[in-house]
């Protein structure tokens, strides 16, 4: 028979867990709060020695004992004394010295059954001497020893324990009182060394600055290899080279300072480790651990915390250049400090690309990024390409989070008062799309679990509860496994996009006439597919405004219209807009792009083109396409080859998405009316009564490849055929076409053939004069054997022949 189950029920799995949180919270309070009873006692102790110290010194030390008698009883006493004496035995010596001793008074000779206390004011004197015996006393110093335990012995008595006692020294003391008492020499030595140094002449002094800087250059290339050969164990290297940031010989102190700096810079990056460092807990600080870990952990501390002066002294560099404050020491001139600076922005630069995952990155974004908008151009274009290339290298979007919120309050502290290249380095961001979150379930991996049927079989009870808060467990490990990467990704790039945003509405609603409005709407152009659906009417309104404002340039003006024709072509594609007036703007700017300066922002209406005739063919005219079709014609003839290319692709693809339009091919007139150039509107200029004369006169043009577009158009574009266009250009956007063919680098693409150089010595046989003299004269000279000593004479007369 089995034995009585027990009614006592047993904790579950849940309550057990749950309890013995509760007890790792009560332990951890009243550790907590011991900790902070202990400090609170040492605090008053503390407050109670300085208080008894400061008494001590304040107040004036009284004597221990005084003795008060009445002047009557004195001179009573003394002849009582007197007489009881044998002054007959005495010399007059010896009195004297007698009454003297008993006019002290002593323990032995006064008087215990006076009426006054002789010790009253001792109560008072008694404070005194405690007060002296709180002071601290100087102490000899006794060496701290380490007992280290060894492993014990063993005889016939017993085990017998071994140890043994080493002397800690502290190096830290020792090596701030060198440092201390090496002050006071190095003051008197440089001072002896500037008098040494005036009374030599200039060559000499040259050959000495020589001599000195070559010894410095030693000097930093032995810690320097010495600490990438074996940084663990040479770690204490750093701190000595980083001393010689403060050189102070006056001839070569600027140099040695610049290879410091670029020699401490290369040696961080090689050393420093591919994860941050954190420091340890208290916990961790007590645990005994390997050597070899304790010397990693002492590797560490050593990197962070000269890692951390390193970064400070570079940045106390440039605020000393940029406030023109001269050191103490002032051995570096104010004309020299430039030159730090420039080498310490540098080196701040590599640092923040090199090692965006190390510890004070944001310390250095937030050095750096007030240097976008200095007015040295020099800096401001160092930290701007630093963060360009940053943001171009940063996948996740950590550091591009940090480095646009610190780009937002300087813009904000600054009230728009900044360079429009610090909001350009914005458009580098690797923000392509920002995708809606699916459902956990959605995208947590498919895992089999075990049904109810297959665990009554297989399980018992308690099993069961085991099993079920596993597979709970394994769930959720799954479905985080599988949309941390992505939700952290997305998260980083959502909020960085939001500051971006702010930055840009911010400026159009408070500064739409600063020099900042171009880079803000390149911005929203770079960025216009990524924007809230909320925000698509105000912005829209905004743009218009500043389009029909007349005061923008032509490159404002195609932003502005790229910029809401990449809205209505993503998310406002549900919007009921009709975007007329900024068809009628686009055509209206066709006309003013020529090759000067313009020339570039032909890109930009090629990308304006692709959004709005053919994403949104649907929504377009037929004479609508027809008119853009014959105006960029128009505009090919004045551009540079390559515009003139893209212009001619976009005119390809627009006869691909519109059939019709090649009646422009024909001469003959399809309506009523003439064609109006002249007139701004593409709806009402008769576009379908003219023809694209223009591509007649590209086929003479001296690029052979806008040749090769001309004759290709003016067939209808075929796909197959002699009149067909090659692979490399069917395939290509007008975009890229437009890059492919720049001339930007003086070259010309496709390269030309050089003449060649061999001279014909002899004229061809199809050859022939048109003055048969003197065709004759040149056959007769051709079949001289003698032609050096003929020589030709055309101003002699002949007579013409009939």
Not at 716 to 738: H, Q
Not at 780 to 791: G, V, Y
């Amino acid at each position: 028979m089995a034995p009585p189950r027990s009614k006592k029920r047993r904790p579950t799995f849940r309550r057990l867990l749950k309890t013995s949180n509760v007890k790792l919270e009560n332990k951890l309070k009243n550790r907590q709060l011991k900790q902070q009873n202990a400090a609170k006692k040492q605090r008053k102790e503390q407050k109670r020695l300085r208080q008894a110290v400061k008494g001590a010194i304040i107040r004036t030390p009284r004597p221990l004992e005084t003795y008060k008698k009445r002047p009557e009883e004195e001179h009573d006493e003394e002849e009582e004394f007197l007489e009881t004496l044998p002054t007959d035995m005495m010399d007059e010596d010896d009195m004297q010295q007698m009454t003297a001793m008993a006019r002290q008074a002593s323990f032995i000779t006064r008087d215990l059954s006076s009426c006054e206390p002789v010790h009253s004011g001792k109560k008072r004197s008694a404070e005194v001497v405690r007060s002296y015996e709180k002071i601290p006393r100087k102490m000899v110093k006794t060496e701290e020893k380490e007992v280290i335990h060894l492993l014990p012995i063993k005889d016939k008595t017993g085990v017998i324990p071994q140890s043994v006692e080493r002397v800690v020294t502290k190096q830290q003391d020792e090596e701030e009182e060198e440092e201390e008492a090496a002050v006071e020499p190095e003051e008197d030595d440089n001072e002896g060394a500037l008098q040494t140094v005036a009374a030599l002449t200039a060559e000499q002094r040259e050959r000495l600055r020589v001599e000195t800087l070559k010894q410095k250059k030693l000097q930093i290339a032995g810690l320097a290899s010495a600490l990438i050969s074996d940084p663990t164990s040479n770690i204490k290297r750093l701190k000595e080279l980083r001393g010689m940031l403060v050189e102070v010989e006056p001839s070569v102190a600027v140099t040695v300072r610049k290879l410091v700096m670029v020699s401490l810079m290369e040696i961080f990056k090689d050393v420093a480790p591919s994860y941050r460092i954190r420091p340890r807990t208290d916990e961790e600080k007590t645990t005994k651990v390997k050597k070899d870990t304790q010397r990693l952990r002492e590797f560490e501390e050593g990197l962070v915390s000269q890692y951390k002066f390193y970064l400070e002294e570079l940045e106390q560099t440039v605020k000393d250049w940029k406030q023109k404050k001269k050191k103490r020491s002032q051995v570096v001139g104010f004309q020299s400090y430039r030159g730090l600076a420039e080498v310490a922005v540098r080196c701040l630069c590599e640092l923040l690309l090199a090692l965006p995952h190390f510890n004070f990155h944001n310390n250095i974004v937030v050095a750096l990024v007030p240097l976008m908008n200095d007015p040295y151009k020099k800096v401001s274009d160092m930290c701007c390409d630093a963060f360009r290339t940053l943001f171009q290298q940063d996948k996740v979007g950590g550091a591009s989070l940090a480095t646009v919120r610190v780009i937002s309050g300087v813009v904000k502290s600054l009230s728009y008062n900044i360079r429009p290249e610090v909001l350009r380095s914005l458009l580098s961001l690797r923000i392509k799309e920002v995708e809606v979150k699916k459902d956990i379930e959605s995208t947590a991996p498919k895992k089999k679990f075990m049904n109810n049927k297959e665990k009554k079989k297989s399980l018992s009870r308690m099993q069961r509860k085991w099993k079920k808060e596993e597979e709970k467990l394994e769930k959720e490990l799954l479905e985080a496994e599988a949309s941390e990467n992505k939700d952290k990704k997305l998260k980083l790039h959502t909020e960085t996009l939001n500051i971006v945003f702010l930055i840009y509405f911010r400026i159009l609603k408070k500064a739409q006439k600063s020099v900042l409005l171009p880079a803000v709407l390149e911005g929203l152009a770079n960025f216009a597919h990524l924007i809230n659906l909320e925000f698509f009417d105000d912005l829209l309104s905004v743009l218009q405004n500043i389009i029909q404002s007349g005061d923008r340039t032509i490159r404002e003006s195609l932003h502005c219209i790229k910029t809401v024709f990449t809205i209505l072509s993503g998310q406002g594609d549900v919007l009921n807009i009709d975007p007329l007036t900024f068809y009628s703007e686009l055509y209206r700017l066709l006309l003013r792009l020529h090759a000067g300066a313009p020339n570039d922002d032909i890109i930009i209406l090629l990308q304006c083109l692709d959004h709005m005739l053919m994403r949104r063919r649907k929504h377009v005219t037929l004479q609508r396409a027809m008119a853009f079709m014959k105006r960029l014609s128009t505009l090919s003839l004045h551009v540079l080859p390559n515009a003139s290319v893209g212009i001619l692709a976009a005119n390809r693809a627009v006869l691909h998405s519109f059939p019709k339009c090649d009646f422009l091919l024909d001469n003959e007139v399809q309506g009523s009316g003439f064609f109006l150039p002249e007139l701004d509107e593409p709806e009402h200029c008769n576009a379908q009564n003219t023809a694209l004369w223009e591509l007649h006169t590209l086929q003479k043009h001296y690029h052979p490849v806008v040749r090769h577009f001309a004759v290709h158009l003016s067939r209808s574009a075929p796909s197959e055929g002699s009149a067909s266009l090659r692979v490399d250009l069917s395939r290509r956007s007008p975009v890229d076409l437009f890059n492919d063919y720049s001339i930007k680098g003086m070259t010309f693409n496709p390269t030309i053939a050089p003449p060649t150089t061999k001279k014909k010595d002899r004229f061809n046989n199809g050859s022939k004069l048109l003055d048969q003299d003197l065709q004759r004269q040149v056959d007769t000279l051709m079949r001289d054997e003698d032609m050096e000593d003929t020589q030709l004479d055309f101003t002699a007369a002949h007579t013409h022949t009939h």
